[in-house]
C-alpha cells in the first residue's frame, strides 16, 4: 500500500487553462467584476487626462495672448501689414509662439515673409513656401525685420545690414547677439519678481491639488476593485470546496485566482483608461471647444498615463484579489462546501 | 470528555466475523461543535466506528443527527474538535495541507448530496479534473474518464454542462468522477437519492461490482431500502454518536424503522 506522498504541483497552464475557461463560461459574471475594474480605472485616467488638458488649455492660453500681445505690438507702429514684406532672421528653431506670430503676420496680408538666415528646416513646414531672396535688396524693402529663434545669430555684418531697416524686432525667443542691442526692440516680456513669485505659488497649489485628486481618485479605484474581486471569490466558495476535495492544492487555487484578477485587471484596465480619457476629452471639448483641447492635449503624456492607468489595474486587481484568494485557498473543503453564497 | 474504551466499542458494534479484519477507516470518539456567535451545536458527541477495508457499509441515520459531519470527518474534509481519524492507519491530523490533498485526490472519491459538479466544465472536464490534479493528462486521462462515463451510463452526454443534464445524470456524473483516481474509498452521501428506480439499481449495481472485483471500499449515507439490503453492514447514527450496527439479513426491512 503506497504510503501518503506529497499532491503534484501542476503547471500553470493548467490554472490557465482553467481560469480562461471560466473567464469565456462565466462571461456575463466576468463582465460585472471587470466592470468594476473599469469603473475605477476610468475614473483615475479621467482625471489625469483632465489634469493634462487643464494645463494645455493654460499654456495654451498663455500661448495665445503672448501671441496676441505680440502681434498689437507691430500693429501699433503698422497699422496695416497688407502688401508689405517682412525679413525674418532666424537663428536656430522657432518656438511655438514664434511660429503663430508668422502665420499671424500672413493672415494679416503681409506679401511675403523673407527667410533672411537658418536653413528652410527650422521654418515651421507651413512658411516654408517663402524662399530665401538675395539678401542684399531685401531689408530695404521690408517693413520690419524680425528676429526669431533660440540660438546666437551666424556670423555676418548685421550691424550694416539692418542699418536702414525701420524697425527691428525681437521676439521672447530671439536672443541677438550682444553687439545688436540698441538697435533693436524687444517685444520679450520680463516678468516681475512678484509675478513669478505667484505663479510659482500657482504651480505649487495646482501640483497639490492634483495630487490631493489622484489620491482620491485611486482610493475610489481601490474599492471599486476590492469589491469586485472579494464578490467574484466569495461567491465561488463552493466551486472552491469541490476542487480542494479533489485534491486542489491551496497554491493551485490561489494561482486561479491571482491569474483570473490580473486578466481582469488587463482588460478592465484598457477599457477603463480609453473610456476614461474619451470622457475627459468630451467633457472638457464641451466646454473649451474641441480645437482648444484638441490643440493642447499632449499626445505622448496622455499615452503614458494610459500605460500607467493599465498597470494600476493589474496592480490593484491583483492586491484586491489576494486576501480573498487566501481565503479561499485555505478554506477547510467542508465549509467551503457548506456555504451557500 | 470521557475517554473511550475501545473494548467496549469493540464488544459493542464489531460483529464477531470482522474480528481481525483489516480496518481502512477508524475513527475514534470523533466530537465535532461549531461556534456560530454565543450558539454552539454538538454535531457530533463521541462518534466511534471502523470501517473495514473492501466492505460496503451503509450509514443510516435522520437529517439533523450528524450524519454528513461524520462523512467529513472520516473523509479527510475537516479536522474534528477532538478525537481521532485514521485513515489506512494514518492519523490524519498528522498529515499537512498537501499530503491531504494527495490523500482526497487519490485515495477517496467523494459523492455530495448535491453533486458539486463544476458547472462551467463539461461531464468529460468534470471527470478529468480529478485526474489532472493527480497529474495524468491528455489522452490518457480523456480516454479513461470516457469509459468511466461510459460505465455509468452518460458515454453520450459527454461534452454537456452539467446544468443541460437531469438530477439524475449530474448524479452519475458525481459518481463518474469519485471513480477518477481509481480510489480505495468512495463516500457517498445519499448516492440514489435523485436517481429512478432503475437507475438506482444500476447504481447499486455499480457499488457491488466496485465493491466485489475492485476490493473498493464503500462508505454510504443512505435510506434508499434497496441500497441497505446490498450492503455488508449498516450503522445507525443517532444525536451524533454511532448507535448500532447490524448486517441487513438480520433486519425486518418491512418493520416502521424504515419507513
Known amino acids: 500500500m503506497p504510503k501518503i506522498q506529497n499532491q503534484i504541483k501542476l503547471p500553470i497552464s493548467?490554472?490557465?487553462?482553467?481560469?480562461?475557461?471560466?473567464?469565456?463560461?462565466?462571461?456575463?459574471?466576468?463582465?460585472?467584476?471587470?466592470?468594476?475594474?473599469?469603473c475605477g480605472i476610468a475614473f483615475l485616467m479621467s482625471i489625469l487626462t483632465g489634469q493634462l488638458i487643464k494645463q494645455g488649455v493654460s499654456e495654451e492660453d498663455a500661448k495665445r495672448a503672448e501671441v496676441d500681445r505680440i502681434n498689437n505690438f507691430m500693429k501699433a507702429d503698422l497699422p496695416t501689414l497688407d502688401g508689405k514684406n517682412i525679413t525674418l532672421i532666424a537663428a536656430g528653431m522657432l518656438s511655438e509662439v514664434e511660429t503663430r506670430v508668422l502665420e499671424r503676420i500672413i493672415a494679416d496680408g503681409a506679401a511675403g515673409i523673407k527667410v533672411e538666415s537658418g536653413t528652410e528646416s527650422q521654418i515651421p513646414r507651413k512658411l516654408t513656401a517663402l524662399r530665401p531672396v538675395p539678401r542684399d535688396q531685401l531689408i530695404a524693402e521690408s517693413a520690419f525685420v524680425l528676429v526669431m529663434g533660440g540660438d546666437t545669430l551666424p556670423d555676418r555684418d548685421w550691424r550694416v545690414l539692418l542699418?536702414?531697416?525701420?524697425?527691428?524686432?525681437?521676439?521672447?525667443?530671439?536672443?541677438?547677439?550682444?553687439?545688436?542691442?540698441?538697435?533693436?526692440?524687444?517685444?520679450?516680456?520680463?516678468?516681475?519678481?512678484?509675478?513669478?513669485?505667484?505663479?510659482?505659488?500657482?504651480?505649487?497649489?495646482?501640483k497639490f491639488?492634483?495630487?490631493?485628486?489622484?489620491?482620491?481618485?485611486?482610493?475610489?479605484?481601490?474599492?471599486?476593485?476590492?469589491?469586485?474581486?472579494?464578490?467574484?471569490?466569495?461567491?465561488?466558495?463552493?466551486?472552491?470546496?469541490?476542487?480542494?476535495?479533489?485534491?486542489?492544492?491551496?497554491?493551485?487555487?490561489?494561482?486561479?485566482?491571482?491569474?483570473e484578477s490580473s486578466m481582469m485587471g488587463l482588460s478592465g484596465g484598457i477599457v477603463g483608461a480609453i473610456v476614461g480619457a474619451l470622457f475627459s476629452i468630451i467633457a472638457y471639448a464641451l466646454s473649451y471647444g474641441i480645437s482648444m483641447v484638441a490643440g493642447s492635449l499632449p499626445l505622448v503624456p496622455l499615452f503614458g498615463f494610459g500605460i500607467v492607468c493599465v498597470i494600476v489595474g493589474i496592480v490593484l486587481s491583483v492586491v484586491a484579489a489576494l486576501y480573498p484568494a487566501h481565503v479561499a485557498s485555505n478554506m477547510v473543503p467542508a465549509h467551503a462546501l457548506r456555504s451557500n453564497v | 470528555m470521557k475517554a473511550l474504551d475501545h473494548t467496549k466499542f469493540k464488544a459493542l458494534f464489531t460483529l464477531p466475523e470482522n474480528e481481525g479484519r483489516p480496518v481502512i477507516i477508524r475513527g475514534v470518539d470523533i466530537i465535532k461543535t461549531y461556534r456560530m456567535g454565543d450558539?454552539?451545536?454538538?454535531?457530533?458527541?463521541?462518534?466511534?466506528?471502523?470501517?473495514?477495508?473492501?466492505?460496503?457499509?451503509?450509514?443510516?441515520?435522520?437529517?439533523?443527527?450528524?450524519?454528513?459531519?461524520?462523512?467529513?470527518?472520516?473523509?479527510?474534509?475537516?479536522?474534528?474538535?477532538?478525537?481521532?481519524?485514521?485513515?489506512?492507519?494514518?492519523?490524519?491530523a498528522q498529515l499537512d495541507t498537501d499530503e491531504l490533498a494527495w490523500l482526497r485526490c487519490r485515495k477517496i472519491g467523494y459523492i455530495f448530496q448535491s453533486y458539486?459538479?463544476?458547472?462551467?466544465?463539461?461531464?468529460?472536464?468534470?471527470?478529468?479534473?480529478?485526474?489532472?490534479?493527480?497529474?495524468?493528462?491528455?489522452?490518457?486521462?480523456?480516454?479513461?474518464?470516457?469509459?468511466?462515463?461510459?460505465?455509468?451510463?452518460?458515454?453520450h452526454r459527454l461534452l454537456h454542462k452539467p446544468a443541460e443534464l437531469s438530477g439524475g445524470q449530474q448524479q452519475r456524473v458525481a459518481i463518474a468522477r469519485s471513480l477518477?483516481?481509481?480510489?480505495?474509498?468512495?463516500?457517498?452521501?445519499?448516492?440514489?437519492?435523485?436517481?429512478?428506480?432503475?437507475?438506482?439499481?444500476?447504481?447499486?449495481?455499480?457499488?457491488v461490482k466496485l465493491q466485489e472485483e475492485l476490493g473498493v471500499t464503500i462508505i454510504s449515507a443512505t435510506h434508499d431500502l434497496k441500497m441497505l439490503q446490498s450492503s455488508d453492514r449498516i450503522l445507525w447514527i443517532a444525536d451524533g454518536r454511532i448507535v448500532k450496527a447490524a448486517r441487513p439479513e438480520e433486519l425486518d426491512f418491512n418493520s416502521e424503522d424504515f419507513h
Open chain 1, 163 to 206: 542699418g536702414q531697416t525701420p524697425l527691428a524686432l525681437t521676439t521672447p525667443g530671439g536672443s541677438p547677439a550682444g553687439m545688436l542691442d540698441g538697435q533693436f526692440v524687444k517685444l520679450s516680456r520680463e516678468l516681475t519678481e512678484e509675478e513669478l513669485a505667484r505663479r510659482a505659488a500657482q504651480a505649487r497649489k495646482d
Open chain 1, 14 to 38: 493548467v490554472a490557465l487553462e482553467v481560469v480562461l475557461q471560466g473567464l469565456r463560461i462565466r462571461l456575463g459574471r466576468s463582465v460585472v467584476t471587470i466592470t468594476g475594474v473599469i
Open chain 1, 209 to 259: 491639488r492634483s495630487i490631493w485628486i489622484g489620491a482620491v481618485a485611486l482610493l475610489v479605484t481601490v474599492i471599486g476593485i476590492t469589491n469586485a474581486m472579494l464578490m467574484s471569490v466569495t461567491e465561488r466558495f463552493r466551486e472552491i470546496g469541490t476542487m480542494k476535495c479533489l485534491g486542489a492544492l491551496s497554491a493551485f487555487i490561489r494561482q486561479i485566482f491571482l491569474l
Open chain 2, 39 to 92: 450558539q454552539v451545536t454538538h454535531a457530533l458527541r463521541g462518534a466511534t466506528l471502523d470501517v473495514y477495508k473492501g466492505e460496503y457499509l451503509s450509514i443510516m441515520g435522520p437529517s439533523g443527527s450528524g450524519k454528513s459531519t461524520l462523512f467529513n470527518a472520516i473523509g479527510a474534509l475537516h479536522k474534528p474538535t477532538s478525537g481521532k481519524v485514521y485513515i489506512d492507519q494514518v492519523d490524519i
Open chain 2, 180 to 207: 477518477a483516481n481509481s480510489p480505495e474509498i468512495v463516500l457517498a452521501d445519499e448516492p440514489t437519492a435523485n436517481l429512478d428506480q432503475n437507475t438506482g439499481q444500476e447504481m447499486i449495481d455499480l457499488f
Open chain 2, 116 to 155: 458539486n459538479l463544476i458547472q462551467v466544465m463539461t461531464c468529460l472536464e468534470n471527470v478529468m479534473l480529478p485526474m489532472s490534479f493527480a497529474g495524468l493528462d491528455g489522452e490518457e486521462a480523456r480516454e479513461k474518464a470516457i469509459q468511466i462515463l461510459k460505465l455509468v451510463g452518460l458515454g
